[in-house]
């Protein structure tokens, strides 16, 4: 049985934030993460309702067989 989309990349999404963040919590890495987030969360959100509806439309073309 396939998985569906959201439970595969989201969880990993929010892994590598977190290691993004902590990474520049230790200055490990040297990242103004706000100001990039703040420029680009209309685009997170847009690529979060596309994976959606990818998974939606691959659920319903799955009843249909």
Do not use: C, Y
């Amino acid at each position: 049985m396939r998985r569906p989309f959201i439970e595969v990349v989201a969880p990993l999404v929010v892994m590598a934030a977190g290691v993004l963040l902590l990474l520049n919590t230790l200055d490990v890495v040297t990242w103004d993460i706000w100001n990039d987030v703040g420029r680009w969360w209309p685009a997170l959100i847009i690529l979060l309702g596309l994976g959606v509806l990818i998974q939606n439309v691959s659920r319903r073309s799955g009843h249909k067989n």
